[in-house]
Nanobody, 122 residues
Framework: QVQLVESGGGLVQAGGSLRLSCAAS????????MGWFRQAPGKEREFVAA????????KYADSVKGRFTISRDNARNTVYLNMNDLKPEDTAVYYC???????????????WGQGTQVTVSS
């Protein structure tokens, strides 16, 4: 089992920045790929970013490339999502998740956090 707890969400104006954190406990964190997904009201959950075991490989959705950065600190069992130049369309509940592969498919992720709300006002 892996337990995941997200934090760092909040209300921000368009153009602002937020940093989300996801703290993991349970099985060996460094052996998992980590991903961030988001879900807006009335929409399906969508991929945001993913990172490999030691952070040497990352993957982003086209909609966030150049604005969001995923990183991880295996010593702290934490993965981060730095979000810059936020837009109203980034408003969603953001979830972190664990996978054994680097994937943008949420079906490939086995454990999920409860999510943290990000709201971007125009």
């Amino acid at each position: 089992q892996v337990q995941l707890v997200e934090s760092g969400g909040g209300l921000v104006q368009a153009g602002g920045s937020l940093r989300l954190s996801c703290a993991a406990s349970g099985r060996t964190f460094s052996r998992y790929f980590m991903g961030w997904f988001r879900q807006a009201p009335g929409k399906e959950r969508e991929f945001v970013a993913a990172i490999s075991w030691i952070g040497e490989v990352t993957k982003y959705a086209d909609s966030v490339k150049g604005r969001f950065t995923i990183s991880r600190d295996n010593a702290r069992n934490t993965v981060y999502l730095n979000m810059n130049d936020l837009k109203p369309e980034d408003t969603a509940v953001y979830y972190c998740a664990v996978s054994i592969i680097l994937s943008s498919d949420y079906g490939r992720y086995d454990y999920w956090g409860q999510g943290t709300q990000v709201t971007v006002s125009s």
